[in-house]
Antibody
């Protein structure tokens, strides 16, 4: 069965960086794009960006341009999201989410999600 | 960026009753809209895609409708496990992918 297992909670100081991992299993890793979505405490969902696990190409939300880097390791079927210059507003649960393809192989949402990784930014 | 607006923010419904949730897009997203359910401490779960197609394993009491800028998620007879927060998401024009702010369905 498809599983996305994320790394554990992190506590970081303002200005630091955090790198969250998401290990995929149960499907062909390179066949599905992976997205990152975050959720601040008590707030809604915010899309951060996408990575193509096959070629490694990425696209980031403008809000995070220059601060976020998404990478992948095909040998371990793992994607990573690194966020730098952390500030208190970055305190959130970070999710990886697999892109769902509909019957005509078009993007149609996210069908599998990781369990989430809480990143707390505090001095 | 397409802004998604959900209403109401909170919906109080008794078990067994019907719930109707709305989602409006700031410009047309055709039928490229998904709905998610999120329970406390859990990741979101895909309910509906293509505005009206139920995802695998989703009960028939969940239905979606609409196109263009106006969408509705209907839960025909609320079960105890349906009390949660629901989000809509457009994937017609991106990046960025955008979500509504959510509707919380609570027990009346």
């Amino acid at each position: 069965q498809v599983q996305l297992v994320q790394s554990g909670a992190e506590v970081k100081k303002p200005g630091a960086s955090v790198k969250v991992s998401c290990k995929a299993s149960g499907y062909t890793f390179t066949s599905y794009y992976m997205h990152w979505v975050r959720q601040a405490p008590g707030q809604g969902l915010e899309w951060m960006g996408i990575i193509n696990p096959s070629g490694g190409s990425t696209s980031y939300a403008q809000k995070f341009q220059g601060r976020v880097t998404m990478t992948r390791d095909t040998s371990t079927s793992t994607v990573y999201m690194e966020l730098s210059s952390l500030r208190s507003e970055d305190t959130a649960v970070y999710y990886c989410a697999r892109e769902f393809l509909d019957i005509v192989a078009t993007m149609a949402g996210f069908d599998y999600w990781g369990q989430g990784t809480l990143v707390t930014v505090s001095s | 960026e397409i802004v998604m607006t959900q209403s109401p923010a909170t919906l109080s419904v008794s078990p067994g009753e019907r719930a109707t949730l709305s989602c409006r897009a700031s410009q047309s997203v055709s039928s490229n809209l998904a709905w998610y359910q999120q329970k406390p401490g859990q990741a979101p779960r895909l309910l509906i895609y293509g505005a009206s197609t139920r995802a695998t394993g989703i009960p028939a009491r969940f239905s979606g409708s609409g196109s263009g800028t106006e969408f509705t998620l209907t839960i025909s007879s609320l079960q105890s496990e349906d009390f949660a927060v629901y989000y809509c998401q457009q994937y017609n024009n991106w990046p960025p992918l955008t979500f509504g702010q959510g509707t919380k369905v609570e027990i009346k």
